[in-house]
């Protein structure tokens, strides 16, 4: 009977640790992008990511893409997701895929002040971001830095930190932080989610202090992500960096391959809304129906639509232009 016990309790820890060497491998380029954009360590989001989201497998991960427990709070305006948590039917955040999830939870912790003082502390301080999580009040689970750093250590997740800023990490880190990581990796123990070869090449980036990439910033409108065109930006390039096809792009902007990214001008990565947050805009010297649709997030055929104008119309200076109601059309007759 014991040993019969024994070798469930052994099978199960087996299944759980491939649950999470898979659930790291299908995220840790998020969690590493999520961090040279907003500083957090990608040891912290991956972790977070699996401890509130059961490795992904919870319903409000398979339902909502939800994978760090963010609730809807006031400022939220997207879909949502009930389900019992603290309270019975509690409103959570739903996105419409896994990165947005990541994404949205570093904007959820960059945006409140409880969390800035962890945004001064080095990224490869997973430890100090364990207990500051904790301390803010991101959980209430009295054994939340423990968990979080259970999973960091034993899936060796802290190796994805020094995928940052090489410089950054040899001139900001305090001591004892930097020098247990650089142990760490230089122990050049089997990785569980990934090979030999991969550890060479983290080993080799960090020796060489080779920069981080430079990733456009994720923004947002309303729900609705997008980045600020930069020069020398191409749309092959701008879809290999956000995972995108090019058709998606092409189709969320309203554009061809025949156009021409126009730096300062934003470029959505998910489609349009049918209307805009704002009810009017006034045409200023210079804009053009596919401009104004770009700045407030207007499908074009919706713009198109809602000022009962025809498609090759553009409008003029002083003009103004609905944005969430269908413009009235003159039916009086003289």
């Known amino acids: 009977m014991f040993l ?3 070798l469930l309790g052994v099978a199960d820890n087996y299944e759980k640790t491939s649950v999470a060497q898979l659930y790291i491998q299908n995220f840790k380029d998020d969690a590493i992008k999520e961090m040279q954009l907003y500083n957090i360590p990608a040891s912290i989001t991956l972790a977070q990511g699996m401890l509130e989201s059961g490795y992904g497998t919870s319903d409000l991960a398979k339902y909502a893409n939800n994978h760090f427990g963010i609730k809807c709070h ?4 997207g879909p949502t997701y009930i389900q019992n948590d603290d309270e019975k039917n509690e409103c959570f ?14 904007l959820f912790l960059k945006s409140r002040a409880r969390y800035a003082q962890l945004f001064e502390l080095n990224h490869t301080d997973y430890k100090g971001w364990a207990a500051g999580l904790k301390d803010a009040g991101y959980a209430t689970d009295p054994r939340y830095t423990d968990r979080l750093l259970e999973l960091i250590e034993t899936f060796e997740l802290y190796t994805f930190d020094l ?3 090489a410089s950054k990490i040899k001139k900001d ?15 050049k123990v089997e990785q569980p989610v990934s090979s030999a070869t991969m550890v060479r090449q983290q080993e080799k980036k960090t020796e060489s202090a080779i920069p981080p990439i430079e990733l456009h910033e994720i923004l947002r409108l309303g729900i609705v992500k997008y980045i ?3 020069p020398n930006d191409t749309f092959t390039k701008i879809a290999k960096e956000t995972d995108k096809d090019l058709w998606q792009l092409y189709k969320y ?42 700045l407030h997030g207007v499908k074009l055929k919706q713009l198109y639509k809602k000022n009962n104008m025809r498609g090759w119309e553009e409008p003029v200076v002083g003009q103004q232009l609905y944005l969430m109601q ?4 003159n039916t009086s007759t003289n």
């Open 173 to 187: 880190a305090p001591a004892k932080s930097s020098k247990h990581v650089k142990k760490e990796v230089q122990k």
């Open 326 to 329: 269908r413009k009235k059309q």
């Open 74 to 77: 006031d400022e939220w305006d």
């Open 4 to 6: 019969w016990g024994h």
């Open 93 to 106: 955040r739903k996105y419409s895929t896994v990165l947005d999830s990541y994404t949205d939870h570093s």
């Open 253 to 294: 902007n309203d554009m061809s391959p025949e156009d021409k990214l126009i730096p300062g001008q934003r470029l959505y990565l998910q489609p349009k809304r049918r209307k805009a947050r704002g009810p009017f805009h006034i045409v200023k010297k210079g804009e053009t129906m596919k401009s104004i649709s770009q």
């Open 163 to 165: 995928l940052g800023s």
């Open 228 to 230: 600020i065109i930069k």
